[in-house]
């Protein structure tokens, strides 16, 4: 009998492994959680130090502020992980001076089975792990989080929205914003009118060619005025 493949796994290397799930075990990506369609595993960085959990961290060298996670607690913590899942996985570490997180890559990470995510806190580690073990770095953006814990779950809900079977369609990702390096079009519902404003008639038309052109005018209107950085990607295609 052929053995069942695996379901994608976010494993966690946590100081905070109480934070988790938190959102992530809410609304779509709960019920894919509860189903099985994704696991998360998560490992607490305390159960790695020889000395005890408050032996996690030290002092930075050559002073500053704040503490470092030292290299041989998530060394040993990412060891016993990668033991059990092999190559299959990619290997993150969510620091402010990684590079932006995008769509594309969230689209590279759902590709193999396993998304092994390194939650920085205090000052974050020591660089010789990251460098030890080649760690993709990873920023949500330009500003700085308490803990690496928060980004994490932001990370991974987007992943998870993309694996099969999460969404109810598979065609209610095909103009997300982003997708095709655009922002979204505009959505109404019912009322028809509200606050005096109407919902576009083209919308209540039933011609979908007419729908459909309005819909990529009004994205590439969009992204022009809100993220013009965006059209320079779609003209290089």
């Known amino acids: 009998m052929k053995k069942a493949k695996t379901p994608w796994t976010a494993h966690i290397l946590t100081l905070f492994p109480e934070m988790f799930p938190g959102p992530l075990a809410f609304s779509i990506i709960g019920k894919a959680l509860e189903e099985k369609n994704w696991l998360l595993e998560l490992i607490k960085l305390q159960n790695f130090s020889k000395k005890g959990p408050k032996y996690v961290d030290d002092k930075p060298y050559g002073g500053g502020s704040g503490m470092i996670i030292k290299s041989e607690i998530v060394h040993e913590a990412l060891k016993q992980t990668i033991k059990k899942i092999k190559n299959n996985y990619s290997l993150v570490y969510l620091?402010?001076?990684?590079?932006?997180?995008?769509?594309?890559?969230?689209?590279?990470?759902?590709?193999?089975?396993?998304?092994?995510?390194?939650?920085?806190?205090?000052?974050?580690?020591?660089?010789?792990?990251?460098?030890?073990?080649?760690?993709?770095?990873?920023?949500?953006?330009?500003?700085?989080?308490?803990?690496?814990?928060?980004?994490?779950?932001?990370?991974?809900?987007?992943?998870?929205?993309?694996?099969?079977?999460?969404?109810?369609?598979?065609k209610s990702l095909e103009n997300e914003t982003f997708e095709n390096n655009l922002l979204e079009y505009p959505q109404y519902t019912k009322p028809r009118k509200w606050l005096g404003k109407k919902v576009p008639e083209v919308l209540l038309s039933g011609n979908h060619r007419k729908i459909n052109e309005w819909k990529k005018k009004e994205s590439i209107r969009i992204t022009k005025i809100k993220r013009p950085d965006l059209l320079k990607k779609v003209a290089k295609k």
Do not use: H
Not at 155 to 168: E, F, K, M
């Open 95 to 170: 620091t402010p001076k990684g590079k932006k997180l995008d769509q594309k890559k969230i689209k590279r990470f759902v590709k193999r089975n396993n998304l092994i995510l390194v939650c920085g806190k205090y000052e974050g580690i020591d660089q010789r792990v990251i460098d030890a073990w080649k760690m993709e770095e990873i920023s949500m953006g330009d500003y700085v989080l308490s803990g690496g814990e928060i980004a994490a779950m932001s990370l991974i809900d987007s992943c998870v929205r993309l694996l099969p079977n999460v969404l109810g369609s598979a």
